[in-house]
């Protein structure tokens, strides 16, 4: 394992049952302020369109409210869907978060939609939009505009994203491919695979990020980010109760019959949790100690730099908690 393995947080602004967009958005506030506190290098906002349980929709909006609520901790975005947006826009909305917050910035990209066909193609005005032709090119456009020119021509030579820069975003490519790992590894760009989603492949995508990587402006060396879906408690039976919810939720998403974030007492006696609690995932549940043994385990097995910590529970108090207990046993 890398001698000095980074701590960082990726947040939803979950809206479990009885909460509203208000109380989600508040709890990631309080969320990204205890990681602050307790020293975690980066805290992370995804973008999630028209879904029931995630309120953070607009990642540089929620970034700007995190950035001057918190003091030293780096805000991103896990990321911004490229897809969704033009390159000119994403690069003003981000240098300008810089320009407020220089050296605390950084501009995680993804190629999904982060939502439905239907709801892909709103955000895009176009269902001929729905392609990813265009993603290398609007990548290469939006790292010129934020000052990492790659190649001859691009966009920046007509247009600034803000009018003068002292300093610039970190960006990171994010995926759950090898197509991802590839270009990030070719661009000499950060890495991070988002193994919080259940999915196979983190191997061979840190594998082929690695044998790609080419040095670059950004970057002198490869940076692995390996996001991990966590809940630690005081002992591995309550953790398993507070982490019931957040099965039910990955089920219902995976079998396309969405529900409501429930309360664990709420999970408890659904009759689809047994179901649930059986479904492969990669979902790292128990006490401090057990948690902190499979990160390390993780961590070693990737060669992972940094791990990113995703915590799908209820509550707040769960996640603050998750967060003060992992920090103090790693």
């Known amino acids: ?41 980066r805290f992370w906002v995804a973008e999630h ?24 901790i780096r805000i991103g975005s896990g990321g911004v869907m490229l897809p969704n947006h033009p390159p000119l826009v994403v690069a003003e909305q981000f240098a300008m ?22 709801t892909a193609a709103a955000l895009r005005r176009s269902a001929d939009a729905l392609g990813a032709e265009d993603f290398p090119r609007d990548l290469i456009d939006l790292m010129g ?4 020119q790659r190649v ?14 002292d300093s610039h975003p970190e960006v990171l490519l994010l995926g759950s491919s090898g197509y991802s790992a590839q270009v990030a590894g070719q661009l000499g760009l950060g890495f991070v695979f988002a193994h919080h989603f259940d999915l196979p492949g983190v191997m061979e995508a840190v594998t082929w990020y690695r044998q790609q990587f080419r040095p670059s402006p950004a ?14 408690a005081q002992d591995a039976e309550e953790a398993e109760h507070l ?11 995976r079998t396309g019959r969405p529900v409501a974030l429930l309360t664990p ?7 689809d949790l047994p179901i649930a609690r059986q479904m492969p995932s990669n979902r790292l549940v128990g006490d401090a100690e057990q948690v902190v043994a499979s990160l390390r385990e993780l961590a070693e097995r990737t060669g992972a730099d940094e791990l990113m910590l995703s915590t799908m529970a209820h509550g707040l108090p769960e996640r603050v908690r998750t967060l003060e207990l992992v920090r103090a046993a790693w």
């Open 219 to 232: 970057l002198a060396e490869p940076w692995t980010i390996v996001t991990a879906g966590v809940l630690a």
């Open 1 to 41: 394992m890398p001698s000095a393995v980074a701590l960082s947080v990726l947040d939803l602004s979950l809206v479990g049952s009885g909460d509203t967009s208000s109380s989600a958005l508040a709890a990631t506030t309080e969320l990204a302020q205890r990681a602050d506190e307790l020293g975690y290098r």
């Open 243 to 253: 982490a019931g919810p957040a099965r039910l939720a990955v089920m219902s998403i």
């Open 265 to 271: 007492d709420e999970a408890a006696v659904h009759p």
């Open 49 to 72: 369109h028209n879904m029931p349980m995630v309120a953070s929709t607009s990642p540089a909006v929620l970034i700007a409210h995190l950035a001057a609520a918190t003091t030293s």
């Open 97 to 118: 978060l810089e320009a407020l917050h220089p050296g605390r910035i950084d501009l995680g990209i993804g190629r999904a939609p982060g939502t439905d066909p239907a």
């Open 152 to 165: 001859e021509h691009g966009t920046w030579q007509r247009f600034r994203a803000t009018p003068v820069a």
């Open 145 to 148: 505009l934020l000052g990492d």
